[in-house]
């Protein structure tokens, strides 16, 4: 299954880049706060990253990448167990997981997103 994880891969090559995530952690898409939804390039930076499940930190590159075995009910698990230990509703889950999901099916394994609000794509990745 395909899934999206942290990853410091391009990190710097765009202005506002920053990443606080463990390498290869499972990210998930926070609402961004009202600040950023005007301007997702401003100070915060909460509308251009990726939230670490494990770390609680977060990142502006997500990569996507294929864990053999893993499933859905594995991931609203560690989900629900983020949800609960970031202090946020862990009736979230499954609708932030397929929406994870749906998001990671969209590209190669490998490649690398950025995020501006809603709008998610790829970056160039150079070896
Ligand atoms: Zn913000």
């Known amino acids: 299954m395909k899934v999206l994880v942290a990853t410091a891969l391009t990190q710097g090559e765009h202005e506002g880049d920053y990443n606080w ?14 600040i950023d939804r005007r301007n997702p390039d ?20 997500a990569r996507v990448d294929e864990i053999p075995g893993f499933t859905r009910d594995d991931m609203i ?3 629900q167990t983020s949800l609960r230990d970031g202090g946020w509703p862990e ?3 499954a609708d932030l997981v397929d929406g994870l999901l ?17 709008d998610f794509g790829p970056r160039e990745v150079h070896a």
């Open 42 to 61: 401003g100070p915060c930076g909460c509308g251009r990253g990726f939230a670490g499940m494990s770390s609680h930190r977060s990142t502006t590159t």
């Open 102 to 118: 749906e998001l990671a099916s969209l590209w190669g394994v490998g490649t690398v997103i950025d995020r501006r609000i809603d």
């Open 91 to 93: 009736h979230w889950a």
């Open 21 to 34: 995530c463990i390498e290869g952690e499972l990210v998930w898409v926070q609402e961004p706060c009202a």
């Open 77 to 79: 698990l560690a989900m």
